[in-house]
């Protein structure tokens, strides 16, 4: 019998063609969105770069390409405790994964209302899940998007452990005791602050209840398409450019198929570890096929291939696509420098290859950048958030040079 899988959050971005690649490899999908991130587009005035198709032609398309059946309810899960419930009970997932987020750093920084509804959603759906996997009383495995950004962005000399830190602390008589404890929390926005708390109900929830959860930090996904997505394209998955949910190498993908300069916020000396969305599917899949022993603690991994600062990434699309870059003052408050090594060997261990930069660049530019590009609402490219109401968002930029 096929394995169940609830996707929530399986319209969005990593959502979709995570489904699209579990219905494709024998998982039946169930999908719970409640459509939120395409209204907050519409409340911003931006758009998906990619003509992105409803989700009831999306999961008709995918049933006329493939046989196969994907069903889909839209509630809310921060909201409607009563119909998650019923879901996990009458449906009885294997696995739940859970995208359902509101998850860009500067829309969680515009305003007070965009911090209260980040938190608001994003603890409660979290916490809702959580307890409703304990009020069903069933063995389900949960699978949670994280995020990097939980380790804080600072140099700190020591290679980033896969969510735990092995420390040794002097006791009361003398002798020393060692502990592994979860990596100290270093949340850069409200965002990653909901993902720092995420981590804590993960903790209890497992204690408590012996649920099996694991928390996968990913880094920054770049790419839009993946080998299900391409088979039409009404299955074509979301592509964000704009200022609040753009993320920066996509961003510069699509600056420098219309000609705008690549934005570089700060001296661009912030590294930032990167993944291609073909292999954040590929490691849903490996985390689900995966799952924690029971009793086992929280299982972490870091969901990432590559890591670059953002200033040599703006000259390695700029050598490609002969883009001008031009720097902006940075809008967060933020190290304008830091290192940021990570270990990633347990995706690794269990398979996964991943697909580089200098493999993927040329074909997202063509595919999606250059295709869509008169799509692209100009005024919507620059970043308008800010951390600290001391600053000024330079809207102009000044063009230095690249060296700076
Ligand atoms: N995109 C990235 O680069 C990236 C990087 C690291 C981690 N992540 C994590 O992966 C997850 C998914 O990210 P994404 O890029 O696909 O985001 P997204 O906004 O494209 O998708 C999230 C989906 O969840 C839905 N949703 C949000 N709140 C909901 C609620 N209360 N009830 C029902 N549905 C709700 C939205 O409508 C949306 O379709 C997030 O939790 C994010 O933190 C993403």
């Not at 009383?137 to 998007?145: E, R, S, Y």
């Not at 735990?164 to 602050?193: C, E, N, Q, R, W």
């Not at 993944?275 to 603690?297: F, M, S, Y």
Request: aromatic share 10%; net charge negative.
């Amino acid at each position: 019998m096929a394995k169940k899988v609830i996707v929530l959050g399986g319209d969005g971005f990593c959502g979709w063609p995570t489904a699209l690649h579990l219905s494709r490899h024998g998982y039946e999908i169930v999908i719970v969105d409640n459509l939120s991130r395409r209204k907050i587009d519409v409340d911003l005035g931006t758009n998906s770069l990619t003509p992105i198709a409803s989700i009831e032609t999306r999961i008709a398309r995918w049933k006329k390409e493939t046989g196969k059946e994907i069903t889909f309810y839209n509630f809310d899960i921060a909201e409607e405790y009563h119909q998650l419930y019923s879901l996990i009970s009458s449906f009885q997932p294997d696995s739940i994964i859970h995208f359902a987020e509101q998850r860009a750093a500067p829309y969680s920084m515009r305003d007070a209302k965009c911090k209260r509804y980040t938190v608001n959603n994003n603890l409660r759906a979290t916490h809702n899940v959580l307890c409703a996997i304990a009020e069903s009383q069933l063995d389900v495995h949960l699978v949670h998007l994280g995020t990097m950004g939980v380790y804080g962005y600072e140099t700190t000399g020591i290679t980033i452990p896969e969510g735990y830190l092995p420390v040794k602390v002097a006791k009361d008589d003398g002798t020393f005791v060692d502990f592994d404890i979860l990596y100290p929390p270093g949340p850069g926005s409200v965002y990653h602050m909901t993902k720092t708390q995420d981590a804590l109900f993960f903790y209890f929830y497992n204690k408590n209840n012996g649920i099996r959860i694991t928390d996968l930090h990913q880094g920054n996904v770049w790419g839009t398409t993946t080998e299900e997505t391409r088979l039409h394209e009404e299955l074509i998955n979301r592509f964000d450019y704009d200022g609040d949910y753009g993320t920066v190498l996509n961003r510069f993908l699509m600056q420098s198929a219309v000609g705008h300069p690549l934005t570089v916020y700060g001296t661009g000396g912030q590294t930032r570890p990167f993944i291609h969305i073909q292999d954040t599917v590929k490691c849903l899949r490996i985390a689900i096929e995966n799952p924690p022993e029971h009793g086992e603690r929280v299982k972490i991994f870091n969901q990432t291939t590559e890591t670059y600062n953002v200033r040599n990434l703006a000259k390695k699309v700029s050598e490609l696509t002969n883009a001008k870059i031009m720097y902006f003052r940075n809008p967060r408050v933020e190290a304008a420098d830091n290192d940021f090594v990570v270990t990633r060997e347990q995706f690794r261990a269990l398979g996964l290859e991943p697909t580089t930069l200098s493999d993927g660049l040329l074909v997202e530019i063509a595919e999606t950048a250059e295709k869509y590009k008169e799509r692209c609402i100009m005024d919507k490219i620059i970043c308008t958030s800010l951390w600290s109401q001391d600053q000024e968002v330079d809207a102009v930029g000044s063009e230095l040079p690249v060296s700076a």
